[in-house]
Structure formats: C-alpha cells, structure tokens
C-alpha cells in the first residue's frame, strides 16, 4: 500500500527537481525528506553541484530520499545517469519505518525516471566513487558496446556494416514479462542490411502486469514513434541510426524511455524498479534517452544526443 504526499514548498520542489534533470545545469543532486512527525509532509532538505557533499544532508535520525545526476563514460562516451536514494536513517525505529514506508512508492513515483536506485543507512553508499562504481556494475552490457563502420555508403540499401546479434531475450525477467517474438524483432533491427531501423516495445492498454509486446517495427526511424507517444503510455523503443565520425558511417543505436506526464506515479516507480532488466532485453546502446514531451524524440533531437556522444559534449539519457 502507498499514500500520496505533498510538499511544504511545491515550488522549491518542482525548481530543484527541473535544475537536477537540466543537462548543463550546476546542480547536480537534491534531498527531500518528512516534516518531523507527518509521512504527508515532504520538504526540500538541500541541494548542490558536488555529489559527495550530499552525504552530509542525509540524518541517522529521519527517512530521506536524494536525486542525483551523475555520469558514466562509455567507450569515448560520456552519459549522464540518474540516481535514487532511499535514506533510512539508524536511528530510525522499526514502528516509524512502518509509518513512512508507505509514502516511498509515491515519492519514487515522484523522482522517476532513474537508472539505479540505492536503499542504505551509509554514507558511503551515497557517495560518488560507490555510486560510479554501482552504475558500471549495472551497465556492464552496455559499456561494451561497439561502433559497426560502413565500408561504404550504398543508395540501394541502409548504411552498415557487420551484423550485431541481438541479446538473448527470455520469456520472463525481473518483474518484466514479455512476448516472444521480442527477439527476433530485436535480431532483425540489429541486422543492419534490413529495413527496420525502430522497434518499439509496450504494455497493452497500458497495463505493466500485461507485460511487454511489440508495438511497432518501422522503418522510418524515430519519425515512427511519433503516434504512440501518447501523455499515459510507456513505451521503449530501440532506433538504429547513422553517424558520421572522421568522415566514416557508423551504425549507432539509441535506446528510447517514454514516460508520459499522465503516467500515474505508482507505474512509474514500478518501472523504474524495471531498469536493469529493460536494459538487458533492449540490448547494447550508445546513447539512452528518456523522455516526456514529443520534443525529445524526433529525428533531430536523437541525432543530437548521438554526435554529442561521439565527441566531447556530454549528454543527458
């Protein structure tokens, strides 16, 4: 069971929430916790640009919660990573623990999307050096993935090279089901002499205990997306593109997160739970995004995340 929870200050929270998610932006993580003696009542606890002074804000007295944003360099890329903590205190009672421990579903519903969540009473584990160290564990699949260099352009068929294989799907993951034509979708993406240059998962009429389907294999990129992202659905898709590095096509391939605004809370921290096992089921990826708004997944707006990391501009995903 979870109950909802409001802020003392919604502004400061909505403010520091859109400065951490902001690529580029100085502030780098934020802590939230209760108002002393009301799981209702959540306030701003501090904020600032350096990861590891968020450790001093955590309280062995109070339940807290902290959003970080911090980066992990794959092959020549560097990609922001986002963090949830959930902080319980030691000094914390098991009875209090019962009575706040009904908010975090709501408040992790609030702080989605991230790519690791961590549940600790250490301070340690909030720092930068362990949290780096987690995500690479984490991303371990995808910080092995390589460019495939076309040899040369061709007019008659898409631009590629060597075929990558596809991951090797299973029928049911961690809380994630999914159908199994999955695979063979994925494989014929991954073929880069093939048409379809987007795949597209969901869950019917937007229900996680379905589980995964495909939604779309298309063949006009992330321009294929464009009528399924709608403002309550979740959506995963997988889009194979061409980047020009040192005058060389390349094959690159950005995974796609869509979240819509009227997703309710509750689904997004189920889904966020979700994570790792998307990952594995999607495959290898050089760039990853997650978004809410069209904006965010056009053909521009993914190329512009894939030559940002190919070179030195850093991207958020």
């Not at 306030?43 to 919660?65: K, R």
């Not at 060597?162 to 994925?186: F, M, W």
Request: glycine fraction near 8%; charged fraction near 20%; proline fraction near 4%.
């Amino acid at each position: 069971m979870s109950i909802e929870a409001e802020f003392v200050d919604q502004a400061a929270f909505n403010n520091v929430l859109r400065q951490v998610r902001a690529d580029g932006d100085p502030t780098r993580w934020f802590v939230i916790g209760h108002v002393p003696d009301t799981p209702s009542k959540l306030t701003v606890v501090g904020s600032g640009t350096d990861v590891n002074e968020m450790s001093g804000y955590f309280d062995d007295s109070q339940i807290q919660y902290a959003l970080a944003r911090v980066e992990e360099t794959i092959d020549v890329s560097v990609t922001v990573k986002f963090v949830y903590i959930h902080w319980n205190g030691q000094g914390v009672g098991f009875a209090i623990r019962g009575r706040y421990g009904v908010v975090e579903g709501f408040v992790q519903g609030l702080l989605s999307p991230f790519h690791l969540a961590i549940k600790t009473h250490s301070r340690e584990e909030t720092t930068a050096g362990y949290i780096a160290g987690e995500i690479g564990r984490q991303s371990g699949q995808l910080s092995k993935v390589r460019d495939d260099v076309a040899s040369a352009p061709n007019p008659n068929r898409p631009i590629g090279a060597t075929k990558t294989p596809a991951p090797k799907v299973s029928t049911q993951g961690a809380d994630v089901k999914v159908s199994g034509d999955i695979a063979d979708v994925l494989s014929e993406l991954r073929n880069v002499d093939s048409e379809v240059n987007c795949v597209a998962l969901h869950y019917p009429e937007n229900n996680i205990k379905n589980g995964l389907v495909v939604l779309l294999i298309g063949n006009q990129g992330v321009g294929s997306l464009s009528e399924f992202l709608t403002e309550d659905a979740v959506v995963y898709a997988l889009v194979r593109v061409i980047d020009i590095v040192d005058e060389i096509p390349t094959v690159k391939y950005a995974q796609v997160k869509w979240v819509g605004d009227r997703v309710k809370p509750m689904t997004k921290a189920k889904i966020a739970t979700q994570t790792g096992e998307i990952a594995r089921i999607m495959g290898s990826a050089h760039v990853s995004i997650t978004a809410s708004h069209r904006n965010e997944v056009t053909d521009r707006a993914v190329m512009d995340r894939v030559m940002a990391a190919s070179g030195t501009k850093k991207v958020v995903t």
